[in-house]
DNA sequence: CCCCAGTTTGGAACCGGTTCCATCTACCAT
DNA sequence: ATGGTAGATGGAACCGGTTCCAAACTGGGG
């Protein structure tokens, strides 16, 4: 049998020096004579030799070269398009990339307890969830750098997204298209996950009602579990109201293709019947013309990872909260306010 | 300033035992005595004692409860939908999951050759690429269990896709509705990946085409870059052909986007000037509407963990190839051929 | 009362790296 | 020649667990 591996000292006998020097080369330190990093490297060739990160990792509390993700339904569009990001820029360093998926509150309050503990990770970026104090003061305690994306909390670095302008936005489009019955349709506001997004979104929709003179019809208001079938249900409720939304604004792109169907289904055209417009700008929203608000979703993975590592440099980094800008992208399915159908 | 935390010789200090019995209690040896694990219990929980995963792992070369996942472009949606299962069946396990995404050849290579070595992973799953002999020693060597996941060798168990099948279903479904001029639009075949799928639909695609005395036209096999972007190019070759294909079957639902945003640009209809069937059945084509070959993306996530754990309980287990069937699914983007447009 | 087997326990050695101190050279300035 | 200094090197100690051998304790049989 081919032994499992050669060690360090096996390395430093056949190079005829001692484990240090190994060491030294290995860790690419300046005082080491080229003529001894050349045997040792010959030797460490000659052995097929490779470090043991585990090993490495023990002594001196090193790295573990890997980052922990902490994220909430990774497989939905919006997230996988940060996800992208965040991998983009980490093949491009020498961390592995650890991924923690949420499906339960229960689960993510395991993952804050158990992740700092297990120093399995050298640093963790948390996405859209909302670490509680408590939370935030283990992380301290053991040191583990955290990085926030899509969440926030005053004392760890963040990225928001601008959530209560692209409400604003999306609601202020549609009332300069003539629309005045604007339904929003959204996850579950007080979502046991704390997420915050359907309810910023929720703020700027009414900052654009109020603006323009509009009341906020609580009727027009419908929320459930995310998803498209969900979204289908809702907007057929909205459809059946005596006075129906003439537009709808979903929280996700992901939802407006429900409400898309739903509208269909009724009969009913978009945006010639009914408009709609979504959130995130996903990849397939460019192919069925869905007019949305983005929120650089890939250039937000992007962004995290380089906040993260910079926290890893630097641990005493400045805490910064840095706001992602969202901005309208009009596609097809808004349209003016078809009077005739009103 | 809180200590980072407490070793288990503080653990055998306060608790006044020697370490080795800390050890024992932590790993539940039946010989300890019930008062001297009560103590240490005691002594444990005073100091919120809990055990180095790290530490553990060097000495004893134990588990370190995490699996790998080695997978090409893991945002395509085919790939997300299959690490969707993965995930679901691993949250259900002790296991973490650690994600290692390939975008070149040269990375593919070099993840086959760190990740054994560094076990900071209990077993890999590797998706859709195909490890070469001189890996799978390795492998073994390094006594990594491996599954692989759309992919095959020999000495590894591994979960296949029926693609010749799935080719040969697309292909004759399309004959079925009276279509002769079919194109089929691919990946590279020879990718620099050693991906096999593209390549044996295309098997499949020929088979059932000399099943039915069609001449296979190289002038219909368009390959290139996966993408809709990519795809919608290569459609429109198709189309500027003197002798444009009725009928157009693809490698994937993406690139089925692609064909048919590309055959709408020119003016055409799906189905009624040109079918359209893809591949897959990701999350998005029941919403468009895509005929399609569905291959249980999320059920073979499922079944590539179960292979895993089971490869990691038993190591000499038997080597086993199962077989993933495909099925069509018929939506509305293929149709009978129209004499009228032939 | 002694001996032996079985149970429980302590603690040294080990896993494979890093770190740091002591030592050894080589070379230059005085 | 002599001392001083910087650079290169060896190797013991250490990281925090597990493992295993030896020793202590226990109780029953002769």
């Not at 009913?268 to 010639?272: D, T």
């Given at each position: 049998m081919a032994k499992n591996s050669s060690t360090i000292r096996d390395v430093a006998e056949l190079a005829g020096v001692g484990v240090g020097t190994v060491s030294r080369v290995l860790n690419e330190?300046?005082?080491?004579s080229a003529e001894t990093r050349r045997k040792v490297l010959a030797a460490i060739e000659e052995l097929n030799y490779r470090p043991s990160s585990v090993a490495r990792l023990l002594s001196s509390g090193g790295k573990s070269l890997a980052i922990g993700l902490i994220v909430p339904?990774?497989?939905?569009p919006a997230f996988v398009e940060r996800l992208r990001g965040i991998e983009a820029s980490l093949v491009n360093s020498p961390y592995n990339l650890v991924l923690y998926n949420v499906e339960t509150p229960e689960h993510q309050q395991e993952l804050f307890e158990r992740v700092p503990y297990e120093q399995r990770v050298d640093g963790v970026i948390v996405m859209s969830l909302y670490p509680s104090d408590a939370d935030v003061e283990r992380f301290a305690r053991y040191n583990l750098p955290v990085v926030l994306v899509d969440a926030y909390h005053p004392q760890l670095p963040s990225l928001t997204i601008d959530d209560i302008n692209g409400g604003r936005l999306a609601t202020q489009y549609l009332i300069d298209l003539g629309h005045t019955r604007i339904a929003y349709l959204s996850d579950?506001?007080?979502?046991p996950f704390r997420f915050r997004a359907s309810a910023r979104r929720l703020q700027g929709y009414q900052q654009a009602l109020t603006d323009n003179g509009i009341p906020f019809n609580p009727e027009y208001h419908k929320q459930g579990e995310h998803g498209r079938y969900r979204a289908r249900h809702l907007t057929t409720e909205l459809l059946d109201l005596d006075d129906p939304p003439t537009a709808i604004f979903t929280a996700s792109d992901t939802q407006a293709l429900g409400t898309i169907e739903a509208i269909r289904s009724k009969g009913?055209?978009?945006?010639?019947d009914v408009s709609v417009i979504g959130y995130d700008?996903?990849?397939?929203s460019s192919y069925i013309g869905l007019t949305t608000i983005s929120q650089s979703l890939y250039e937000t993975g992007i962004r995290g990872v380089r906040a993260m590592l910079k926290r890893l440099d630097q641990k005493n980094a400045e805490v910064t909260e840095q706001v992602i800008p969202v901005s309208l992208v009009v596609r097809e399915t808004a349209a003016p306010l078809n009077a005739a159908t009103v």
């Open positions: 330190s300046p005082s080491v339904f990774f497989t939905r579950d506001i007080d979502s009913l055209n978009v945006p010639g700008d996903i990849t397939i």
